[in-house]
T-cell receptor, first 112, second 116 residues
Framework: GESVGLHLPTLSVQEGDNSIINCAYSNSASDYFIWYKQESGKGPQFIID?????DKRQGQRVTVLLNKTVKHLSLQIAATQPGDSAVYFCAENGGTASKLTFGTGTRLQVTL | GAGVSQSPRYKVAKRGQDVALRCDPI?????LFWYQQALGQGPEFLTYFQNEAQLDKSGLPSDRFFAERPEGSVSTLKIQRTQQEDSAVYLC??????????????FGSGTQLSVL
């Protein structure tokens, strides 16, 4: 299949370490944000979401932080595993009910 | 199947040919989206359906692009007179409700279109 993200920013972490992936969003009207994971040859897979009335939300091994003041979003992955290797995209809704705007993506490489 | 299904998985077209890409959303999902993903970039919105109604087509790049969902389930994205810049992965996504960007989208694996 095709390779996603040939020239993306890359974050390399050792297995077992924590990963932090950052995203700056642009639209102050956005009130809903999502992180997606995309493996090569596959479509984006939902990881976690957060609404603008929250600053932090936790899932299984993942935490999303939202700083509306500086329009910044981060994804924290605890105890990173080889299966976490993928391209990660943040997305915002721009206050609309019909479209998500995706960021450029970050490639996460997990080394053994 | 349980997920969003897209076909064909790969499509090679000569410049000027018409192509049709199919999406089978998750059964019962009200909302359906098409996105275009160029190599090395994030998906970009093309169009959105709520049941059979196309409520937003602001992302379609030109009038060569046309999408339909006549019975509110299966959708087809048609590209007429394909050009090289149309080469990309075309992703379909669906979600259960009407207020779709306030809930997560389920994506298919996409159709990789190569225009020669």
């Amino acid at each position: 299949g095709e390779s996603v993200g040939l020239h993306l920013p890359t974050l390399s972490v050792q297995e077992g370490d924590n990963s932090i992936i950052n995203c700056a969003y642009s639209n102050s009207a956005s009130d809903y944000f999502i992180w997606y994971k995309q493996e090569s040859g596959k479509g984006p897979q939902f990881i976690i979401d957060i609404r603008s009335n929250m600053d932090k939300r936790q899932g299984q091994r993942v935490t999303v932080l939202l700083n509306k003041t500086v329009k910044h979003l981060s994804l924290q992955i605890a105890a990173t595993q080889p299966g976490d290797s993928a391209v990660y995209f943040c997305a915002e809704n721009g206050g609309t009910a019909s479209k998500l705007t995706f960021g450029t993506g970050t490639r996460l490489q997990v080394t053994l | 199947g349980a997920g969003v299904s897209q076909s064909p998985r790969y499509k090679v077209a000569k410049r000027g040919q018409d192509v049709a890409l199919r999406c089978d959303p998750i059964s019962g999902h009200v909302s359906l989206f098409w996105y275009q993903q160029a190599l090395g970039q994030g998906p970009e919105f093309l169009t959105y359906f709520q049941n059979e109604a196309q409520l937003d087509k602001s992302g379609l790049p030109s009038d060569r692009f046309f999408a339909e969902r006549p019975e509110g389930s299966v959708s087809t994205l048609k590209i007429q007179r394909t050009q090289q810049e149309d080469s990309a992965v075309y992703l379909c996504a669906s979600s259960p409700g009407q207020y779709s960007t306030n809930e997560k989208l389920f994506f298919g694996s996409g159709t990789q279109l190569s225009v020669l």
